[in-house]
């Protein structure tokens, strides 16, 4: 018998009919410099971009990002604008206009107070190997594996400050 | 040819072979109270929970969950493992022991200030349907689709607060 859930209070036991094709499709996250996000995760993070939504009337861009070697991805726009919106792993970056002009502008991580969201994590096939990736691009750590008791997972900060947790697949 | 990227500022052309097997894997968020968000993703969104990680030192646990039919999902606990953290679309959940039990306990959204992060997004096949199903389940709305100019979108938000984007797929 293949895997239902796991327990744990509140579980509803079987998926409701009515949540047929929901799809977890992208995180948000604001960025106060949109060149130096853009450049942090499709060379640190070998992410590609996707899709580019400018908004002159709200004065703000949006970028869509997501893993992949790009073989499965289709050249038109409109076929591409589906491909993103059903798959998963998909990272929004939210550029309000302006923001990189602003030497005061900056954003909240999430995890000093008022905590809330906490980070994003990028699983990887050997951890050694991404943390030294990751020196070699000058990327700061938060934490580094050998840092506190957890061994297996790293922290590393993008350029906004948010958390991206590093650990290996499984 | 397949499509490699989009152009934008700072975009790396290439993908590095330093971040070959990179999975934007999850996204975390602190929840007050595990058995209220764990009932809203798991009925409302129709997500599973594959895995449960309790750590006593730390008095926190950790709650991964994902959307899927369940058929592709090991029942091995340490298959199942490996399955959550190779793919994409996992939400996690911290529950920091004692919160839900704190009437003053609450998170930060990321929309009021201080800003950073914004919201999940979940893609539908139907986007009324949807909100039919999020009106059964007496979800609070942030936007409903005739609210403002983007009548494409709707924003609802979880047991705590954070804002969850209903959008069409493509």
């Known amino acids: 018998?293949?895997?239902?859930?796991?327990?744990?209070?509140?579980?509803?036991?079987?998926?409701?009919?009515?949540?047929?094709?929901?799809v977890f499709n992208h995180t948000m996250i604001r960025v106060v410099d949109p060149e130096a996000s853009l450049a942090f995760y499709t060379k640190v993070f070998?992410?590609?971009?996707l899709r580019t939504s400018e908004n002159p009337n709200g004065e703000f861009t949006l970028y869509f990002l997501a893993t992949t070697e790009g073989d499965d991805v289709p050249e038109d726009d409109s076929e591409r604008a589906k491909y993103v919106g059903r798959r998963e792993g998909?990272?929004?970056?939210?550029?309000n206009?302006?923001?990189?002009?602003?030497?005061?502008?900056?954003?909240?991580?999430?995890?000093?107070?008022?905590?809330?969201?906490?980070h994003i994590c990028f699983t990887v096939p050997d951890l050694q190997a991404a943390c030294d990736w990751m020196d070699k691009n000058n990327v700061?750590?938060?934490?580094?594996?050998?840092?506190?008791?957890?061994?297996?997972?790293?922290?590393?900060?993008?350029?906004?400050?948010?958390?991206?947790?590093?650990?290996?697949?499984?």
Chains 1, 2 share one sequence.
């Not at 302006?98 to 969201?117: C, I, L, V, W």
């Open 97 to 118: 206009w302006g923001t990189e002009k602003d030497p005061n502008a900056r954003y909240h991580d999430g995890n000093s107070e008022p905590q809330g969201f906490g």
């Open 90 to 95: 998909v990272l929004e970056l939210t550029h």
């Open 1 to 22: 018998m293949a895997f239902n859930t796991e327990n744990g209070p509140g579980v509803h036991e079987q998926v409701p009919g009515e949540t047929q094709g929901f």
């Open 140 to 170: 700061e750590f938060k934490k580094r594996p050998e840092d506190g008791r957890m061994h297996h997972i790293a922290f590393v900060k993008d350029p906004d400050g948010y958390w991206i947790e590093l650990v290996e697949h499984g």
């Open 46 to 49: 070998g992410m590609r971009l």
